[in-house]
């Protein structure tokens, strides 16, 4: 006799059925918040050393599975291990964020390979294996990319910028160079992605941080087609793959981007509103968000009142619950274990 697989409530909602209460996890869960990821993080070494150490990477990914009891747990890893493996130069510098050999020219794209050297990857597999031989069989595990967009941005500027100016401008300037870059990272998301599921993955994401940034027609062609694409070739090899994704300040523009990718669900920002997404987002896929990471910092009534905002917006729908951006470093334990009691005790 088979024993029916354990249910898990977060691919659950991604598969179409609304659950009475909405699973939870929070982007950036394994992170600086954490005093016990601050000790092994402070033993790694550099950023790059804990991403790449399955050991560190699976346990970190762990943490906040033990402590929160989250319906998810998600790889720790980095949007710009793409890069690294066609070979780029990536750093991590403290209190700096990323630093990498800019492509800021046609010239410079030329010398880009067009695919990577998986091997480098690897560890990212192996912490996925990890992880998922340890995680209660009801906890998903979410394996993700950077979108072409958002990772492109890095690599032109070889920086972050305040609102990606170099890479806007490069698209406009160069856009058969641009589209070089946004070709190679297409190809290569794929066969990362299709990894990442052969290693235990049940759903992934793709991070657009940057997408808000674009006009509506260049948000057309550099957000929206890249992860089209990415979603067909990811889905050509394993048909049923459940995908989310995130292109943040989208705003109006979410509703088309929905249709035009086929992703499962979409992450909103804190600035969605609310009326849009049920009408025109929610009818179709899932939707996961959208709590202010400051008023998680704020805690109090402030924080019961917006995770109630989320849960009376979305929770009659098909709902993850989760953050509309990363979690703060600064975010006390406290107010996270208050924002998971009360999802938890939601009753709808």
């Known amino acids: 006799m088979t024993q029916n697989p354990t249910i898990k409530p977060f691919l659950e909602v991604l598969s179409g059925r609304r659950q009475p209460v909405p699973p939870i996890w929070m982007m950036r869960q394994a992170g600086r918040y954490l005093p016990e990821y601050r000790e092994l993080r402070a033993k790694a070494g550099g950023f790059l050393d804990l991403c790449f150490t399955p050991e560190y990477a699976a346990e970190v990914s762990l943490q906040p599975i033990r402590r929160f009891k989250f319906d998810a747990a998600i790889i720790f890893s980095d949007i710009l291990v793409i890069p690294y493996a066609l070979g780029r130069d990536v750093r991590f510098e403290a209190g700096e964020g990323p630093r990498l050999d800019p492509l800021d020219t046609p010239d410079k794209v030329g010398t880009l390979k067009s695919s990577g050297d998986f091997a480098k990857l690897e560890p990212v597999f192996e912490a996925l294996r990890r992880v998922r031989r340890e995680l209660d069989s009801k906890v998903a595990l979410i394996g993700f990319c950077g979108a072409p967009w958002t990772v492109a941005t890095y690599m032109v500027a070889g920086q972050g910028t305040p609102d990606q100016a170099p890479a806007r401008m490069m698209a406009y300037r160069h856009p058969e160079a641009f589209a070089k870059i946004i070709d190679v990272l297409v190809e290569n998301s794929v066969q990362y992605l299709l990894g990442q599921l052969k290693a235990g993955a049940d759903v992934l994401q793709i991070f657009d941080t940057w997408a808000g940034v674009l006009p509506p027609r260049e948000f057309q062609r550099w957000s929206v087609e890249p992860t089209r694409r990415i979603v067909e070739g990811v889905r050509r090899q394993v048909p049923d793959a459940k995908i989310i994704g995130f292109p943040r300040g989208a705003g109006a523009l979410l509703p088309g981007y ?26 179709k896929v899932a939707v996961q968000g959208n709590l202010d990471p400051l008023v998680l910092i704020a805690g109090g ?48």
């Not at 920002?269 to 009818?283: G, H, K, N």
């Not at 849960?311 to 993850?320: E, K, T, V």
Request: aromatic letters at 6%.
């Open 258 to 283: 929905v249709e035009a990718t086929g992703v499962d669900a979409v992450s909103i920002d804190w600035a969605a509103e609310p009326s849009l997404i049920r009408e025109r987002v929610q009818t």
């Open 301 to 348: 009534e402030a924080l019961d009142r917006a995770v109630d905002d989320v849960l009376a917006n979305f929770a009659g729908g098909r709902l993850i619950f989760n953050l509309g951006h990363g979690i703060q470093p600064e975010t006390p334990i406290a107010h996270v274990e208050q924002m998971v009691k009360r999802v938890r005790a939601y009753r709808g």
